[in-house]
T-cell receptor
Framework: QKEVEQNSGPLSVPEGAIASLNCTYS??????FFWYRQYSGKSPELIMS????GDKEDGRFTAQLNKASQYVSLLIRDSQPSDSATYLC??????????FGQGTTLQVKP | SAVISQKPSRDICQRGTSLTIQCQVD?????MFWYRQQPGQSLTLIAT?????????ESGFVIDKFPISRPNLTFSTLTVSNMSPEDSSIYLC??????????FGPGTRLTVT
């Protein structure tokens, strides 16, 4: 079983729609959860971090964490073509070491 | 967040040779990491670069193949030794800031022929 799992996609949504990206993890001791955006040919860019159960909003992005279900999600509202990228879910315990999922490719169609 | 630079940005190397990648940060950081991203894949942690002591390697990575230096709190190097085509990847350094957030350098794209 992979430690951090994501659907590789591609996830295709029309411009203006809500994109929902999901991630599950296997280590119940995980404490920190991150979403990175990676454009083709570029390095990952941190867009959201979440540490406690519930929702965390930042602009058009909302991260959701459910530790009981070992589930993290990222919602992107009013999706734009510029949001088209690979989104990486990353999880860490208290050592700081990040374990990444395989990433979900998002395509936002005009 | 810290500004991170890497050199070289890309290189093409012959098998059997070695390449040293540099990572420079514009502020002092305690934790630095090295990752590999193989074509079409996600990121895999190679090692944690510890200042003043040997790096801590993840399973599947060994010091003889990937020696790491961390002479101070703003700089680290990763050497890819005795390269083979399977080492063709993007190599990324990252730094940890508050709340375990990690920020990545621009990466080094390595092609081994």
């Amino acid at each position: 079983q992979k430690e951090v799992e994501q659907n590789s996609g591609p996830l295709s949504v029309p411009e203006g729609a809500i994109a929902s990206l999901n991630c599950t993890y296997s280590d119940r001791g995980s404490q920190s959860f991150f979403w990175y955006r990676q454009y083709s040919g570029k390095s990952p860019e941190l867009i959201m971090s979440i540490y406690s159960n519930g929702d965390k909003e930042d602009g058009r992005f909302t991260a959701q964490l459910n530790k009981a279900s070992q589930y993290v999600s990222l919602l992107i509202r009013d999706s734009q073509p510029s949001d088209s990228a690979t989104y990486l879910c990353a999880v860490s315990g208290n050592t700081g070491k990040l374990i990444f999922g395989q990433g979900t490719t998002l395509q936002v169609k005009p | 967040s810290a500004v991170i630079s890497q050199k070289p940005s890309r290189d093409i190397c012959q098998r059997g040779t070695s390449l040293t990648i540099q990572c420079q940060v514009d502020s002092q950081v305690t934790m630095m990491f090295w990752y590999r991203q193989q074509p079409g894949q996600s990121l895999t942690l190679i090692a944690t670069a510890n200042q003043g002591s040997e790096a801590t390697y993840e399973s599947g990575f060994v010091i003889d193949k990937f020696p790491i230096s961390r002479p101070n709190l703003t700089f680290s190097t990763l050497t890819v030794s005795n390269m083979s085509p399977e080492d063709s990847s993007i190599y990324l350094c990252s730094v940890e800031e508050e709340n375990y957030e990690q920020y990545f350098g621009p990466g080094t794209r390595l092609t081994v022929t």
